[in-house]
């Protein structure tokens, strides 16, 4: 495969279903030189798997400024490398991004190897609009940074698309059902192409609340679909209805705040009181 200038291959790698690495994807971690990875322990079972031997490289996102000059020398004297993460397509929430501009930007061919995707494997099948939505990565860990960034999404036409780990999860569905509304439809994906796949369908805040109640449904890491904004005047009433549950809720039981918060907003009373249920139980989350 070498010749004067060695090739970048960025190689999509399983989610889950080791039988999902492509035919491609087995040729091409066979043949390069070495194979830069998130966490080499975790590339070779899938190597050992396939009975590939190849040189690993540990790359992630603690040392990849330091690291990259190196790999970009191997590449410039003729050596292909191949570029993995522990699952899916590296640089979607995942370390590559300033190996593969650097290569560009020294006329190093960059060669993607496509595969799998843990967001458009949960979008295909979520039952969400697919014809426009916006991949947000990890959302921040804070509460307060949290919503402040998720106000900027509030009218956003398209399905949102996270990914969140299961200890933060609850947290973030209150959070989102706070900001974009209790109401608001969403999916969360878990295991995805594994024995124990499962999809969750529902309004933001009954997720919350489901979550907060199942233990087993906040293992690992999660993909949370959320549809788009309908219209502005919704959005913002959804808003309004949290903001006043809030207030309430600081000085009275969950159970009054939630009825009279229906009463001033023309909220729906089951509704506020799943959010509040979901925002305290969220409070308890890693920060």
């Known amino acids: 495969m070498n010749s004067d200038r060695g090739r970048l291959y960025v190689v999509a790698t399983p989610i889950g279903n080791l039988a999902d690495l492509s035919s491609r994807a087995r040729e091409v971690l066979a043949e390069v030189a070495a194979i830069a990875a998130e966490d080499t322990r975790h590339t070779r079972r899938l190597l050992t798997h396939y009975g590939i031997a190849a040189e690993l490289i540990a790359y992630h996102e603690h040392n990849e400024a330091a690291l990259t000059p190196r790999l970009l020398e191997r590449l410039a004297g003729g050596d292909d490398l191949a570029l993995v993460s522990d699952a899916g397509t590296p640089l979607i929430s995942d370390p590559g991004f300033v190996l593969v ?21 949960a979008l295909s099948a979520a039952g969400l609009p697919s014809d426009r939505f916006l991949f947000l990565g990890f959302p921040p860990r804070t509460a307060a940074r949290c919503r402040s960034w998720l106000a900027g999404l509030v009218d956003e036409p398209g399905t949102l698309v996270f990914y969140e780990s299961g200890k933060r999860a609850v947290r973030t569905l209150a959070d989102l059902a706070a900001v974009l509304g209790g109401g608001r439809r969403a999916v969360v994906a878990r295991e995805l192409t594994k024995q124990f796949e499962t999809f969750l369908v529902g309004e933001l805040a009954e997720l919350a609340e489901r979550l907060a109640g199942d233990a087993e449904q906040r293992l690992g890491e999660l993909v949370i679909l959320v549809e788009g904004a309908s219209g502005g005047d919704d959005a913002a009433a959804a808003r309004e209805q949290a903001r006043v549950l809030g207030i309430l809720a600081e000085a009275l039981p969950l159970k ?32």
């Open 101 to 121: 501009r650097a290569a560009r930007q020294r006329g190093i061919r960059v060669v993607p190897i496509p595969g799998p995707s843990a967001a458009i494997t």
């Open 256 to 287: 009054q705040a939630a009825e009279l918060a229906a009463r001033i907003t023309g909220g729906r009373r089951n509704d506020l009181y799943a959010l509040g249920l979901a925002r305290a139980r969220g409070d308890d989350g890693d920060g």
